[in-house]
């Protein structure tokens, strides 16, 4: 009798915990692999057991939700294969390859869920790879896992409602923040409410932010432009533009974002169909409403194949556990198929509501033209944009992948993670053509860096020889 493989759940943050809740809820315990070393994603990320500071500190209004995801998580722990820091570093047709404290391993799967979550979207400026400068998640993790701030003076800079969430949330712990640089502008704003009014809770949460930050003195700045970091050694001030100049504003640490971009890496290299999204102004793989991918037996939901939020993210969770068991032989009941329904329900407004954001924080679509050529955009192989510039004039490159060919770009320890999208925007502006037509780099394992001595067989590392 052949032994049944577990579904694989990949990814313990909002989608991935309401995906094992339910399934766990149909009986079935699948494996459960996360990154983290506690559950939560990086929205609920967890501090370490013995961190003092309480949730309510650390989350704010969100404080309440990620009770309730953790309690979710914790309810099922025991009938759940959870393994966490674990990091799925390559994906194939039945199998993903791990690495758990030093160690690599196989796990196959016949159904798998991808729920890989986001990260920062990186546009850079002159002085982002300076000591002080993080990304916002960077600086989100700082506070939330080790219970510090990244700087004593602390400027927040880019666009998107995550720029306010992280300067609120460093505000409420106690952390000076100097100011909030926002490239979209209050008419982006105003034109956007529309939209926004769909969901009035949410909308009144930003609108709170705004007012708390500005009650506690924090200047909130809008149509800015990042110019460049000033310090030898360290982080000593950001100088940025706006329609009266420029402007200097001294700081130790800058946290900066452009919104957030999907974590497609081990979508791409399961082979999922992808196409480009207007509004995300990049390419996503493609799903149905109820979260298959174009492959079978392959589900996608949360942050990993759309920017959406946290509370979309357990829904599309939920919703594509309930297609992997729909799949898998357990029909779902009359009370299961109201369920299902109502969630699709749920996601379509809320992709209605993601439509207003984008035109609350729109995209700065002038910085691929404005990029200076000694801009580094690839840090990993210090390419700037000069470089990108020439390449492009002197080899007619108009494709993502020829253009990394010809100059390295996206070939360093991130695999075009951080330096992708601006890459694919100089590309874009050079050769004339939309972002849409630069295509996309393919996906290469590793997804993340792994020690190269961990990949090797045991048998093959070298012996220690006796005296």
Request: some cysteine.
């Amino acid at each position: 009798m052949s032994v049944q493989v577990p579904p694989v759940i990949v990814g313990a943050g909002p989608a991935g915990i309401r995906a094992a809740q339910a399934l766990v809820g149909r009986g079935l315990r699948p494996v459960m692999v996360d990154e983290a070393p506690r559950w939560g994603g990086q929205i609920y990320r967890q501090p370490p057991a013995h961190f003092q500071r309480s949730k309510k500190a650390l989350y704010g209004w969100e404080s309440g939700r990620a009770d309730a995801v953790h309690e979710a998580m914790s309810g099922v722990l025991d009938r759940v294969d959870y393994r966490p820091d674990t990091l799925v570093w390559n994906a194939e047709a039945g199998h993903l390859d791990l690495l758990h404290q030093g160690r690599t391993s196989t796990l196959a799967y016949s159904q798998l869920i991808v729920a890989s979550g986001a990260t920062d979207r990186i546009l850079p400026f002159i002085g982002w790879t300076k000591p002080g400068v993080y990304t916002l998640g960077g600086a989100q993790v700082a506070l939330k896992y080790q219970g510090c701030a990244i700087g004593s003076k602390v400027v927040f800079l880019g666009t998107g409602p995550l720029l306010y969430l992280i300067a609120y949330q460093y505000a409420l712990a106690g952390a000076n923040v100097a100011a909030v640089l926002d490239t979209a502008t209050l008419a982006d704003q105003v034109a956007a409410a529309p939209a926004l009014l769909a969901r009035p809770s949410v909308l009144a949460k930003g609108l709170y932010y705004l007012a708390w930050l500005r009650a506690h003195g924090v200047r909130l700045q809008g149509g800015v432009r990042a110019l460049r970091v000033l310090g030898d050694a360290r982080t000593e001030a950001l100088v940025w533009a706006d329609a009266r100049g420029e402007h200097t504003l001294a700081c130790d640490a800058v946290g900066f974002g452009y919104a957030l971009r999907s974590e497609t890496q081990l979508a791409d290299l399961l082979g999922c169909r992808f196409r480009f999204d207007d509004l995300a102004r990049a390419w996503l793989p493609e799903r149905d409403v109820a979260g298959r991918s174009s492959v079978p037996g392959i589900y996608l939901a949360g942050d990993g194949v759309g920017i959406m939020g946290a509370d979309a993210a357990e829904w599309a969770g939920e919703r594509a556990a309930l297609a992997l068991l729909s799949d898998n032989g357990h029909a779902l009941d009359a009370p299961g198929r109201t369920r299902a329904a109502a969630l699709e329900r749920r996601l379509a407004g809320a992709a209605r509501f993601r439509g207003g954001l984008e035109r609350a924080f729109p995209f700065p679509l002038r910085w691929a033209d404005q990029a200076p050529d000694e801009l580094v955009v690839c840090r990993c192989e210090e390419v700037t944009a000069g470089d990108l510039r020439r390449t492009v004039s002197s080899t007619g490159a108009t494709e993502l992948n020829r253009l990394k060919a010809f100059c390295r770009v996206g070939m360093g320890r991130c695999q075009g993670r951080m330096c992708a999208a601006a890459a694919a925007e100089i590309l874009a502006h050079c050769s004339g053509q939309q972002p849409a037509q630069v295509g996309r780099l393919r996906g290469q394992a590793p997804v993340k860096p792994i020690p190269f001595m961990d990949c090797a067989p045991a048998d093959s590392l070298p012996r220690e020889e006796s005296a």
